[in-house]
């Protein structure tokens, strides 16, 4: 099972950020925070990642809490091609599997 | 990114038959393969892994000789279904990480549908 927790569904207006949030409470210290999007019918799309910085890239920012038991993702402008369901993992590489919980269907709505 | 194909995207067989579907990476090597089902309104499972010249390790509950998985070279892993069941229709998704393993890229999918 999933080790994370993340609310079933969010709504977004189009041009606004959406946050997403994460809780990873049982997270260990060689485990990173994965974010993965899946858009309708597709493969699941890599996003970000991180250890215990804030992190960002040309797609979105992770911030990572001190104790590293919540995060959360921000598209800093949602598009209604953003409209997916988000997937946060906590996963350790080479020492485990990316399991997928149920995830954030989030609605980018104009 | 990384880009990972799939082939064929989708396909439609008779209940019977085998359906070999084919994932790449087509930028970057990929020690390691996984393969992943999808059933609908569900989250991704986790069927197998493969790493390059070795046998797949299957998760718990996936049969080994129905669903063949093959990781002959660096850029290419294949499953097989063997003797489809309509059961067996589903999302498809193959993913590959490099020798760090630590981040996986996933192809599009395979839709199969088994009549």
């Known amino acids: 099972d999933a080790k994370t927790t993340q609310p079933p569904s969010m709504d977004c207006a189009e041009g606004r950020a959406a946050n997403l949030p994460c809780n990873h409470s049982t997270i260990s210290g060689n485990e990173y925070v994965y974010w993965y999007r899946q858009i309708h019918s597709q493969g699941p799309q890599y996003i970000i990642h991180g250890l215990k910085n804030n992190e960002t890239n040309e797609m979105a920012s992770l911030i990572i809490t001190e104790d590293r038991k919540s995060s959360t993702l921000i598209l800093p402008h949602a598009t209604l091609r953003d409209t997916a369901v988000y997937y946060c993992i906590d996963f350790g590489g080479s020492q485990g599997n990316l399991i997928f919980g149920k995830g954030t269907k989030l609605s980018v709505k104009p | 990114g990384a880009v990972v194909s799939q082939h064929p995207s989708w396909v439609i067989c008779k209940s019977g038959t085998s359906v070999k579907i084919e994932c790449r990476s087509l930028?970057?090597?990929?020690?390691?393969m996984f393969w992943y089902r999808q059933f609908p309104k569900q989250s991704l499972m986790l069927m197998a892994t493969?790493?390059?010249?070795?046998?797949?390790?299957?998760e718990q509950g996936v049969e080994k000789d129905k669903f063949l998985i093959n990781h002959a070279s660096l850029t290419l892993s294949t499953l097989t279904v063997t003797s489809a069941h309509p059961e067996d229709s589903s999302f498809y998704i193959c993913?590959?990480?490099?020798?760090?393993?630590?981040?996986?890229?996933f192809g599009p999918g395979t839709r199969l549908t088994v009549l």
């Open positions: 493969s790493n390059e010249g070795s046998k797949a390790t299957y």
């Open positions: 930028d970057f090597q990929a020690t390691t």
């Open positions: 993913s590959a990480a490099g020798l760090a393993r630590d981040t996986q890229y």
